[in-house]
């Protein structure tokens, strides 16, 4: 029963390289989403997928893409990294309503 | 505009001592309310969803309160296993996403 797993865990990226962060869900959820998280700011949604196939912007989407593959999941790329996007990026699910999100275990992210 | 605002920042409590968390919003129609507890170097964990003003949630010692304005998260005689940082969360009718409160950080000394 692994619920959001996220991937890698940890990760440190030069000016510019560009990388994917990894996000899959086994709990059948409609919606899934990705925020980071900077210290003072709390959680800041980027992007999200209220379902499968589709996706939208969220309040901090600039320097970001993302790609519902499937039900399961749902990946966040960045294109040409910036040290402003030095953050902790986690991703949720939820099948919809009045239920809470399940949040995986994070990436943090340094860009130097 | 949708918003969420935590108070305290952080909160240091002596075992037993009990205290309450407050989190004020404004939203263009509340479909829910949502508390969650984040450990270091962890993602947040679902604690409570409240739908309507003078609901009450109960999980331990902890229980959560939420009127129009405002919900609480009142903390009854709690231990040093109940610090974490403690997140309010707000969903609008119009939106399908969570605005999040930067939250409370909780620190129970023995």
């Known amino acids: 029963n692994a619920g959001v797993t996220q991937t890698p865990k940890f990760q440190v990226l030069k000016t510019g390289q560009s990388m994917t962060l990894q996000c899959a869900q086994d709990m059948n959820h409609n919606s899934m989403y990705w925020y980071r998280q900077d210290p003072g700011m709390g959680l800041r949604l980027i992007y999200y997928s209220a379902s499968e196939g589709t996706t939208d912007k969220g309040e901090v989407p600039n320097g970001y893409n993302v790609s519902r593959l499937n039900k399961r999941e749902f990946s966040l790329r960045l294109e040409s990294a910036a040290p402003s996007q030095t953050s902790v990026y986690f991703c949720a699910s939820t099948p919809g309503g009045f239920y809470g999100y399940t949040f995986g275990s994070g990436t943090r992210l340094t860009v130097v | 505009e949708d918003q969420v605002t935590q108070s305290p920042e952080a909160l240091r409590l002596q075992e037993g001592e009990s205290s309450s968390l407050n989190c004020s919003y404004t939203?263009?129609?509340?479909?829910?309310l949502f508390w969650y507890r984040q450990d270091p170097g962890k993602g947040p964990e679902f604690l409570f969803t409240l739908y309507s003003a003078g609901e009450e949630k109960e999980k331990e010692r902890l229980k959560a309160t939420l009127t129009k304005k405002e919900s609480f998260l009142h903390i009854t005689a709690p231990k040093p296993e109940d610090s974490a940082t403690y997140l309010c969360?707000?969903?609008?009718?119009?939106?399908?996403?969570?605005?999040f409160g930067t939250g409370t950080r909780l620190q129970v000394f023995p």
């Open positions: 969360a707000v969903e609008s009718v119009a939106t399908d996403k969570l605005i």
């Open positions: 939203v263009s129609g509340l479909r829910g």
